[in-house]
């Protein structure tokens, strides 16, 4: 990567744009702290993290207007420099932090470059699609990272709900149950799809002798995953707070703990990396 001053190494900017390009721009935002007091007694990152909620509302409007469906959000891991300024003496304009290294940058030495392109070039060649659940957390990583909650959740959700499936199905199957009859009972009479709440309560313990609708994580995974979820879904709510996200991946990692912890090492080999 050349970024036109006097650097050559192997780096990648990560949370780049959606093609992979090096590119930067400066953004300016200020907070008047006679409005927002509250801003002036901020910690640094927190600064960060405040004006990248103001960047994020000037896109969302600018990517509707302009029709750029390509403009994404941004976070503050997309920063490589960040400049804390105020204005003195009514008009005079004052350098209060300087601060980079904020980690959209990351160096690899020789060693590890080779290697990652090495493994690369061997997917390439003998592997399909990347493993279906490390998309899925990836992409609920990347949306909660652009602050996207509402996808954040409805992402991760769907990570846990395919996660939970693909366990039943292989449970019921080192129980010796054929194909055909594990089909069946994924199933309603009608032929549909089970929800993923009757997964959770029904056919995991049936599947494994583990009561995972007895225990707390289970009430967790209800009540701020699989809730909101379909509360997005079906349009009675339209957003999601950073609070309401951060305990969703929460209630997710422990739902999954818990359950492999229960089932053991035939679950955990579900388990996305």
Known sequence: ???????????????????????????????????????????????????????????????????????????????????????????SLHDLVYATGHGPLRGRSKEESEALESQLRGRLQHAGAPALFRELELRARQLYGERDYRGAVIEAAILFESWLKAIVRRQFALRGLPPDQIEAKLRTKDGQHHKANYFARVLLKEATEYDFCATVEYLAWRQQVADVRNDLV???????????????????HMAK?????????????????
Do not use: W
Not at 2 to 25: K, N, Q, W
Not at 234 to 252: F, M, N, P, Q, Y
Not at 261 to 273: C, D, F, L
């Open 1 to 91: 990567m050349r970024t036109g001053v006097a650097i050559a190494s192997p780096m990648e900017l990560e949370g780049g744009d959606p093609f992979g390009r090096y590119s930067t721009s400066d953004v300016q935002v200020r907070f008047n702290l006679e409005t927002s007091p509250r801003v002036g007694g901020l910690e640094h990152s927190e600064v960060v993290e405040l004006a990248t909620v103001a960047v994020n509302r000037l896109i969302e409007h600018y990517r509707d207007l302009a029709n750029q469906s390509l403009i994404r959000r941004v976070s503050a891991a997309d920063l490589a420099h960040f400049k804390v300024r105020y204005i003195g003496d009514g008009t």
């Open 234 to 252: 079906h349009g009675t709510r339209h957003d999601v707070t950073e609070d309401e996200a951060t305990a969703c991946l929460k209630a997710i």
């Open 257 to 273: 703990e818990a359950i492999v912890t229960a089932v053991g090492h035939s679950a955990s080999s579900n388990k996305p990396k």
